[in-house]
Every structure is written in C-alpha cells, then in structure tokens.
C-alpha cells in the first residue's frame, strides 16, 4: 500500500470550499495534517464534475462551484485520470452494492484508490471503510 498518496472523493472538495457544509472544519484539518505529513491528495477527475455540479445546483452555490473550476483550470489539483480499466473496476465495485447512496462516482474513487495503491480515501462516506479503506481524518 501507498501511504503516500490519499484520495479525495467530492464530498471532501465540497466540505473544504463550503463553510456552511457540517464537515467543513472537519476537512480542513484533515487537509492541513495531510499537507503537514506531505501526503499527496489525488482528485479522480470524476469528482470535478460532481463537486462542481453539486454545489451549484443542490447547494446552491455558483460562486463556489467556480472557485473550483478555476482552481481546476489552474492545475491546483493531483488529478487521476480514469482509464477503461479503472472505469471496468469501477462498474465492478458498484454492481456489488445494493446501496443507492452508493454511486458510480464513489465506486470510481475506490477503483483510483485501488490503483494506486492508496490505503486512506479523504471522504466523510462510511461506505470506503466496507470497501477495506481507511477514512484520512
């Protein structure tokens, strides 16, 4: 496993930009101890579209879905593009859950995690724990 290396699901890019969010302390510290530590946080490029999407529409919250375009568009982010065979592993881990919490866009972040090898996910989502996957924080 790489301990290196930590994968962020949106709800972790949410809780960082969104003050009001219930975990938003909560994300910043889990950032600044992983940027303390060195650690890298990895973003699957899946979680941009979701995030963004998300926070302009159910949060209602333009300004902030456009700090993170911008942020994107910047290349502030460790981005993990998806492959085919990180996408057919993703299909795989989904069609294992009978949760309809549990989405393809999650089941994608472990896939990436998988992939690289990472043993911690940065999300606030107590689905990664029954995955095998520790939460950051």
Known sequence: MNSSIVVADADALI????????NHKRAVAVSSM???????????VTVFPEAIT????????????HL??????QGLFDVEYVDEGTLLRASKIFEDTDSKQNTLFDAI???????LGA????????WYPKLGYKLAG
Not at 34 to 44: A, D, N, R, S, Y
Not at 119 to 126: C, H, Y
């Open 15 to 22: 809780a960082l930009v969104l003050e009001k969010d219930p």
């Open 34 to 44: 992983l940027t303390e530590k060195g650690i890298t946080v990895v973003f699957p």
């Open 54 to 65: 998300s926070l302009k529409r159910a949060a209602n919250q333009p300004e902030k879905a």
């Open 68 to 73: 993170i375009n911008r942020q994107l568009q």
């Open 109 to 115: 972040v472990a896939a990436c995690a998988e992939k």
């Open 119 to 126: 043993e911690l996910i940065f999300s606030f989502d107590n």
